[in-house]
């Protein structure tokens, strides 16, 4: 064990300060002690983590209650960078390393671990979802998990590395070809980063790629690489495209879902695709006769793999992606000293009622 911060140390032992959600919009501090690290492990230290939507569900308690019942208290945050500050045996990297941190952890053994993929392992652990997340000052992870920031990425940019595979990973599942239309709905930054990623991965140019979403402001962010759609106020626009689309991406969720969802359905063609990532609580009413009539192929996409993140790396590697990216950051960021921070950040993050409904960007905390 190696580390000489004495405020986090009592008597030679790492002390780990938690910060959990214990009930919805309610964070507690929570004290671990760290005796040691296991082979193969790194003490890792988080610097900075993106809020997502994913999570807002836990913090205002719109998870399905057993949900909250058994996975609460729980701390949130699965998009960031962590930096090492102590290392187990058979282990690597470097003291001061700067990691993205992977949030899955597969089991690498089950039918779907070996048939379809990490991200579809049905006995994972994932952070924010059914394991601690970032929202905490040290925390023990495998090396296996996480990956060196190369020195070109600026860590603000690294910290998007999930949710950027997430929509990388998304995007390969279309299988779209370079001459389909294609349509994002989300104006969210999965939504952003899935209309980067169909124009920079399956390179779709801007005359058949539409952003469809319902603030100006965050439409506006793509308007070099995609057609922009505000759902709200371009009704007719919207209705006009109908039948018209190859490939729908729905990257909404929430309270929305339903009418999302049915928006997803009405614009794609006979035998179009829809690839599902928003999230909600509970049945949603979807126009099930035009799916059948229509011959459409509905598949849900979730998480990511490995290789996606090291794709990802690849991408930001090119200065034109990296400032793209870079503009899904939130003017506003979070320097998270203790749980009202923290809750604050959450506040503000929440699209549906913060003050991020009006604002673009993945709001970011940092950890001092
Ligand atoms: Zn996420
Ligand atoms: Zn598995």
């Known amino acids: 064990m190696v580390m000489r911060n004495t405020t986090s140390m009592e008597n030679g032992r790492i002390i780990a300060q938690e910060y959990c959600l214990v009930k919805p919009f309610t964070f507690i501090v929570r004290k671990r002690v760290i005796e040691s690290i296991p082979d193969g492990n790194?003490?890792?230290?988080p610097i900075v983590a993106g809020i997502c939507g994913s999570e807002m569900l836990y913090f205002k308690g719109q998870k399905e209650r057993e949900k909250l019942d058994s996975r609460l208290p729980m701390c949130l945050l699965h998009e960031g960078v962590a930096e090492v500050v102590g290392s187990g045996k058979r282990t690597k990297l470097k003291k001061g390393t700067r990691v993205i941190v992977n949030p899955l952890i597969p089991c690498g053994k089950c039918w779907a671990c070996r048939n379809l993929g990490e991200n579809m392992c049905q006995n994972s652990r994932f952070m924010a979802a059914n394991a601690d997340g970032l929202a905490r000052t040290f925390f023990i992870y495998p090396e296996a998990r996480v990956i060196p920031v190369p020195p070109s990425i600026p860590i603000e940019v690294a910290a998007l590395s999930e949710p950027f595979s997430v929509a990388?990973?998304?995007?390969?599942?279309?299988?779209?070809?370079?001459?389909?239309?294609?349509?994002?709905?989300g104006d969210g930054p999965i939504g952003y980063l899935l209309a980067l990623a169909v124009s920079s991965v399956s390179n779709v140019p801007p005359e058949n790629l539409y952003f469809i979403g319902v603030i100006d402001e965050k439409l506006d962010l793509a308007s070099d690489f995609a057609l922009t759609l505000n759902s709200v106020k371009e009704k007719m626009r919207l209705n006009s495209l109908n039948g018209k689309m190859d490939v729908v991406f729905e990257a909404v969720g929430g309270m929305a879902h339903e009418i999302t969802l049915n928006q997803a359905i009405g614009l794609l063609r006979p035998g179009g695709r829809c690839i599902v990532l928003g999230i909600s609580k509970g049945k949603i009413p979807i126009m099930m006769t035009s799916i059948v009539n229509k011959g459409l192929i509905l598949k849900g996409s979730t998480r990511s793999r490995m290789e996606h993140y090291h794709k990802v790396l690849r991408l930001l590697e090119d200065n034109e992606i990296r400032g793209r990216v870079r503009r899904i950051i939130s003017d506003r960021s979070f320097m998270i000293k203790n749980v009202k921070d923290l809750e604050e950040a959450f506040r503000y993050a929440d699209t549906e009622e913060g003050e991020a409904k009006t604002k673009p960007g993945r709001v970011l905390v940092y950890f001092p």
Request: some cysteine; charged content about 25%.
């Open 42 to 45: 790194l003490l890792l230290k």
């Open 168 to 185: 990388v990973n998304a995007c390969e599942t279309a299988e779209i070809q370079k001459y389909e239309k294609v349509a994002v709905i």
